[in-house]
């Protein structure tokens, strides 16, 4: 079955400590993004990456790194600089067809809880 | 004090009314917009789209409008079920692989 899996799905990380978030997708998607929900909030944009090896900060990056060294993986690490990590983790994936016009597909996400 | 943003807008409705959850976008270029659902503990799930282009688009049960004049959209769940219980987002694109999605609605359907 084609899709994008999260792992683990839920995370619990001591303060002072780097994690990392897994996402994989085979649905042979160029693009992917990284999203944090919070309580009550809608999703806000961590970073995204439209084509291997390049991706981009959104509009809370701070405290947070990626990687694309391969289309079907975008992990995302939470490190020590990100002052309140405690969120729901979202992974998303979406062709990039023209026009730009394609819904997003998203991961189970990942709970991560700082100790 | 309270928190800005912990509680979102809710809508309680019985099994088998129908819901309307609306969406106010603030990019008037915006021209891509898209309807999620995502249930307690779990991502978010594509239920319909439309372009700008177009006032109107009906799947199964469910039917979104969009009013350009006035930056709004709906998304409108014929004879809801308990099923349908769930946060619903709207979103906006507007000429870019990014969207923007709004706070989200809480559909809670009482049987």
């Known amino acids: 079955d084609g899709g994008i899996t999260q792992s683990p799905k839920y995370l619990f990380r001591k303060e002072g400590q780097n994690v990392t978030l897994s996402c994989e997708q085979n649905l042979n998607h160029d693009a992917m993004y990284w999203y944090r929900q919070d309580p009550g909030q809608g999703l806000r944009l961590i970073y995204y990456?439209?084509?291997?090896?390049?991706?981009q900060k959104g509009d809370i990056a701070e405290g947070y790194s990626v990687s694309r060294e391969k289309k079907e993986s975008f992990p995302l690490t939470v490190t020590s600089a990100q002052k309140n990590p405690t969120a729901f983790y979202l992974c998303?994936?979406?062709?990039?067809?023209?026009?730009?016009?394609?819904?997003?597909?998203f991961g189970p996400g990942t709970r991560l809880t700082v100790l | 004090g309270e928190s800005v943003g912990l509680h979102l807008p809710t809508l309680s409705v019985q099994e088998g009314d129908n819901s309307i959850i609306n969406c106010a976008y603030s990019?008037?270029?915006?021209?891509?917009f898209i309807w999620y659902k995502q249930e307690s503990g779990k991502g978010p799930q594509f239920i319909i789209d439309i372009r700008s282009n177009m006032d109107k688009r009906q799947g199964q049960r469910v039917t979104v409008l969009l009013n350009k004049t006035v930056k709004h959209l709906s998304l409108q769940i014929a004879a809801t079920q308990p099923g349908d219980s769930a946060v619903y987002f709207c979103a906006e694109q507007s000429g870019s692989y990014i969207p923007t999605f709004g706070r989200g609605t809480s559909l809670i359907v009482h049987p």
């Open positions: 990019n008037s270029a915006s021209d891509y």
């Open positions: 998303a994936s979406s062709p990039r067809d023209l026009p730009p016009n394609n819904e997003q597909f």
């Open positions: 990456s439209q084509i291997v090896n390049d991706f």
